[in-house]
DNA sequence: TAGATTGTTAATCGATTAACAATC
DNA sequence: TAGATTGTTAATCGATTAACAATC
């Protein structure tokens, strides 16, 4: 089953439609179609299938999509079947709510270190985790393999730290940092910034 | 000087040059070009010339761009020289966290009013702003005209908060919740979900 | 002037959608 | 069987880029 190249916007869907799936689970559903998905998130069935289809055929003629197959298969696609470890860098008042938030754990994202380089919160406690300072960072990233970090550092540290995560091969970087970062073109970014999201709103207001 | 219809994946990276402007800026620059600020984003320079077309001509041949005019200019095609008020909903770990952040003022966005509907949050302190009642939201956002509201409630409450909020008005909604809300064409969203960045980055790890 | 860079056009590239045969 | 829905093709639509005349 070797996958084609399948464009980024394409990838950045099927975690809304496994979001979907999971809804739709709850709701009792036990099959969907792709013009239900598609209603309820707001794009079209054509492009929910033809999406599908890059990967293979997941749906039955005249019946629609098994809810949890789909699912698994979804899961198998975007490599989230098993958990990963993640490192949180930042532990100020964004960085404690993310290391509360147990939204991660139950998607697969498990938070295993803390990380910050002011001495006075090294050793606190957060979501369960200490807080260590930042000369830990690479012997914990590399002894645990870590691939993924969240970077909540204010911005003029940032991309400091991100070239140090570079050179520790982490491979995915969810950045709240408000700056965009320069990392090679093998390593991820995705990008967290709620004033971004106000201000291309605020052009549609009256 | 009417506009032309401009998609939205343009305005979307609006927000993004004027937050480069204002770096290049603490840098000292005064002038920067169509090349400079494509090689600092990861855009092509074409795309940003274009980008700014749709608007006017901003540059000057042979020379590039004046870092505080176009930060001018983009404020003004994003509607964002006056500063605007906002209702926050939802003071749990994430809307403390978010009341506290500064770079929702600087950034001309002013948090004016917090609302939970636990009863033990009602009256607590939170960014200098007392918590309310969700029995004071239609009240509060009427009088005040508020039109842009983040949601940072529980998945399962978002919808029928959304529903009430475009019932009173409100035109753009900054939505933390990990669901996709239904909203009338009028509406703006946009979705702030660290798990959906995640799991579209974990398709790229080996 | 010579060099640099814009604004814009036209071509290219890529994403979305309509439509339908296949088939459950 | 009749009705429904998939997977896929081809057409359409839209976004990006290369190229360059204009001009600072």
């Known amino acids: 089953m070797a996958e084609p190249f399948v464009s980024e916007v394409v990838i950045e869907r099927?975690?809304?439609?496994?979001?979907?799936?999971q809804f739709l689970e709850k709701e009792g559903k036990q099959v969907t179609s792709s013009q239900e998905l598609a209603e309820r998130l707001g794009f079209s069935s054509a492009q929910i299938r033809k999406d599908l289809s890059y990967f293979g055929e997941f749906g039955k003629q005249g019946t629609g999509y098994n809810v949890m197959f789909l699912q698994?298969?979804?899961?198998?696609i975007l490599q989230i079947e098993q958990t990963r470890d993640?490192?949180?860098i930042g532990v100020g008042d964004?960085?404690?709510a993310l290391a509360n938030y147990q939204g991660f754990l139950e998607q697969g994202f498990h938070l295993v270190a803390l990380f910050d380089s002011a001495p006075q919160k090294i050793g606190m406690t957060v979501g369960g985790l200490t807080v260590q300072p930042m000369t830990e960072l690479a012997r914990v990233i590399q002894e645990r393999k870590l691939q993924v970090v969240i970077l909540a550092v204010p911005a003029q540290a940032a991309q400091q730290v991100a070239n140090r995560l570079v050179e520790l091969g982490v491979r995915a970087i969810l950045n709240?940092?408000?700056?965009?970062?320069?990392?090679?073109s093998d390593v991820r970014v995705y990008n967290i910034?709620?004033?971004?999201?106000?201000?291309?709103?605020?052009y549609y207001l009256k």
């Open 176 to 184: 709240y940092a408000p700056i965009t970062l320069s990392v090679p």
């Open 72 to 76: 698994r298969q979804l899961r198998r």
């Open 86 to 88: 993640m490192a949180l």
């Open 193 to 202: 910034d709620p004033v971004i999201g106000l201000q291309s709103m605020a």
């Open 94 to 96: 964004l960085g404690r």
């Open 14 to 21: 099927l975690p809304l439609y496994l979001r979907m799936l």
